[in-house]
């Protein structure tokens, strides 16, 4: 029997065929995967795990494809750092990092989502796929696209850092620049993706898509020694990501692979856009749309998909929520990269910064085991924090030169 059972509808239940479809035509609720968990205990091991490729690919038998890995197969397995010196700062016992910064192949935790869409967009016939993009999900899709030898378009709110733009047009997809923010694209790409026969990943095979979080959830145990974590301090954008999150830990404990989960789930978002985070810490379990005005450009939407699943995760583990500034987005950047040599961009800072927050405040205590989603790479934000980083020592090409700077007392820059 096939290891996916349905679509399901989070709402009211009805089921659906495993097809290019997200939402229910009866009560208009978001589609997920269902899957024969009977069928899949049967076969999934730890040590069939371990013995797996070391990519995501590994928990293939709880991913929503039918065949193998045809597109993103070196996706996820990134490092589980231990981050010693940032603990020693924070006051924690055991602080792990979850570095997607150096994921294959675009740098960010979108090339998880990314395999799996494209994935299941070739088995369901697509030649064509598409995504509506905070600006990592265009990169991933662009770049699998051209290996995989797929048409593709993708749509970018107009003001994305140079590198994120740059880093669609080398693939050659068509790069579609919305005059707009996040929601204006997503709002538009929903009326294409009703037009034409194309994959949007985010759109008709979002139910796909979404499963390839979990496999952050599935590596945050295994590389724990099969361990769930007491605390995860996630990234938010749509709340996707944390949602699955909390569903791969539960699926790992139902199948037995994990004894335990008591893990909080955690959500960090920016000031600037902040609508799941806001709702939470104003005890509301529904969010208010935003407009967005953050340097976290890759968390800028406003009116986010999952807001509502979020709140229902982080409630649901006891978790908390909370939100930085971009001064403080900023800090936990440059605390991150001081520290443990790591340079992630806007959202590892208010990754970063929430987990400061959360660890002054309590919520996270000195003896938690404690793991924080570090979602893409700095080097795609330079805007970010070019002006906070001082400038190099300069001198001339001469000992003498080199000597004057650094003997006779002149107090050199180069360090912030
Ligand atoms: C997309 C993204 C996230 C989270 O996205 P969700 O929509 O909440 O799943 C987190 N970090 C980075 C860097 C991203 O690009």
């Known amino acids: 029997m096939a290891?996916?059972?349905?679509?399901?509808?989070?709402?009211?239940g009805k089921e659906y065929p495993t097809k290019a479809i997200h939402v229910c035509d009866m009560?208009?609720?978001?589609?997920?995967?269902?899957?024969?968990?009977?069928?899949?205990?049967?076969?999934i091991s730890r040590r069939k795990i371990e013995d797996g490729p070391l990519s995501m690919w590994r928990y293939i038998d709880l991913l929503p494809v039918e065949g193998a890995a045809t597109v993103g197969p070196h996706a996820g397995f990134t490092p589980m750092v231990r981050a010693r010196n940032l603990a020693a700062y924070l006051g924690l016992d055991e602080l792990y990092l979850k570095n997607d910064t150096v994921n294959h192949p675009t740098l960010s935790f979108k090339d998880r989502v990314v395999a799996v869409a494209l994935t299941r967009a070739r088995e369901l016939g697509f030649e064509t796929v598409a995504c509506a993009s905070t600006g990592n999900l265009a990169n991933s899709v662009a770049a699998h696209a051209a290996a995989a030898g797929m048409q593709c378009y993708v749509f970018i709110p107009g003001d994305l850092e140079a590198a994120k733009v740059l880093g669609n047009l080398i693939y050659r997809p068509t790069v579609v620049e919305v005059e707009g923010n996040y929601d204006d694209v997503n709002r538009l790409c929903s009326e294409i993706a009703a037009e034409h026969h194309w994959a949007f990943v985010n759109i008709n095979i979002r139910p796909y898509y979404a499963e390839g979080s979990k496999t952050l959830a599935y590596e945050t145990v295994e590389q724990l020694g099969w361990r769930a974590p007491d605390q995860v301090v996630v990234p938010m954008a749509s709340g996707s990501l944390l949602t699955k999150i909390w569903k791969g830990l539960n699926e790992l404990r139902a199948l037995g692979l994990v004894s335990e989960v008591r893990t909080r789930i955690n959500g960090a978002q920016a000031e600037g856009c902040s609508p799941i985070a806001a709702a939470y810490m104003e005890g509301r379990d529904f969010f208010r749309p935003v407009k967005p005005k953050t340097i976290a450009k890759s968390l800028a939407i406003g009116n986010p998909a999952d807001g509502y699943y979020a709140l229902k995760a982080t409630a649901e583990s006891r978790g908390a929520m909370d939100m930085v500034s971009d001064d403080e987005v900023v800090e936990g950047i440059k605390l991150l990269a001081q520290t443990e040599g790591i340079f992630a961009e806007t959202a590892g800072g208010v990754t970063i910064g929430v987990l400061r927050k959360l660890v002054k405040q309590g919520i996270i205590k000195k003896s938690d085991v404690t793991v924080a989603y570090i979602t893409g790479n700095g080097l795609k934000t330079q805007e970010a924090v070019i002006d906070a980083v001082g400038r190099p020592v300069r001198i001339q090409p001469s000992l003498v030169s080199f000597e004057r700077t650094f003997k006779m007392g002149t107090t050199g820059g180069g360090i912030t």
């Open 3 to 12: 290891k996916m059972k349905a679509l399901v509808c989070r709402e009211c």
């Open 27 to 43: 009560c208009f609720g978001p589609l997920e995967v269902k899957y024969n968990y009977e069928e899949i205990k049967k076969t």
